[in-house]
Nanobody, 114 residues
Framework: VQLQASGGGLVQPGGSLRLSCAASGSFFSISSMGWYRQAPGKQRELVARFNSEGRTIYADSVKGRFTISGDSAKKTVYLQMNLLGPEDTAVYYC?????????WGQGTQVTVSS
């Protein structure tokens, strides 16, 4: 199983980025797909995820700015990030949970700076 994330980079405050993640390999029944992030010196935190029932949740800090989308059948997940601020600087990790365990991508760096 591999999760390949892409789309990170350097962006100015107020800018936008779109992260993409494609999962390959065999999963048991996928229960959720999403994105987490980890800033320097901080714990990894949930950014957004959707589950197999179509329920979507967002961290309070990104509500109204970030939008998650994707398709568990196609094993893809995206994160549209708008109105980025320095507080969004972190390594972003793609995540998939199936009925057995969780899987993590390698992470993609997002840096928001002028």
């Amino acid at each position: 199983v591999q999760l390949q994330a892409s789309g990170g980079g350097l962006v100015q405050p107020g800018g936008s980025l779109r992260l993409s993640c494609a999962a390959s390999g065999s999963f048991f029944s996928i229960s959720s797909m999403g994105w987490y992030r980890q800033a320097p010196g901080k714990q990894r935190e949930l950014v957004a995820r959707f589950n197999s029932e179509g329920r979507t949740i967002y961290a309070d800090s990104v509500k109204g700015r970030f939008t998650i989308s994707g398709d568990s059948a196609k094993k893809t997940v995206y994160l549209q990030m708008n109105l980025l601020g320095p507080e969004d600087t972190a390594v972003y990790y793609c995540n998939v949970f199936d009925s057995v365990r969780g899987y993590w991508g390698q992470g993609t760096q997002v840096t928001v700076s002028s």
